[in-house]
Nanobody
């Protein structure tokens, strides 16, 4: 049974940092493309960052480029999202997801992902 469990969310002031973790079980992160999405209240879920199956390529939404970094620790079977210079508009529930079909890139569409975590709340105060 595949499980993705996010942690690391919380309340932070604008300009601060958080690191989200996504611990995987029943699935080896290094074998699949992985992504982070977020969903703000009243809005659709949106792509934040992704890492290709090989780990050689990373992808970011324009809104987070230069501030967020996605990484993977294969030994711990864990995906991370380092978030710096946080803004109030980054407030959302953040989800990690596994894409079992993409080989050389990642899907920016949430429909392209097969497994999802339960989400972790990130709140950035101004």
């Amino acid at each position: 049974q595949v499980q993705l469990v996010e942690s690391g969310g919380g309340l932070v002031q604008a300009g601060g940092s958080l690191r989200l973790s996504c611990a995987a079980s029943g699935l080896t992160c290094s074998n699949y493309a992985m992504g982070w999405f977020r969903q703000a209240s009243g809005k659709e879920r949106e792509f934040v960052a992704g890492v290709s199956r090989s780990g050689s390529s990373t992808y970011y939404a324009d809104s987070v480029k230069g501030r967020f970094t996605i990484s993977r620790d294969n030994a711990k079977n864990t995906l991370y999202l380092q978030m710096n210079k946080l803004k109030p508009e980054d407030t959302a529930v953040y989800y990690c997801a596994a894409d079992l079909t993409s080989w050389f890139s990642v899907s920016y569409d949430s429909n392209g992902y097969d497994y999802w975590g339960q989400g972790t709340q990130v709140t950035v105060s101004s």
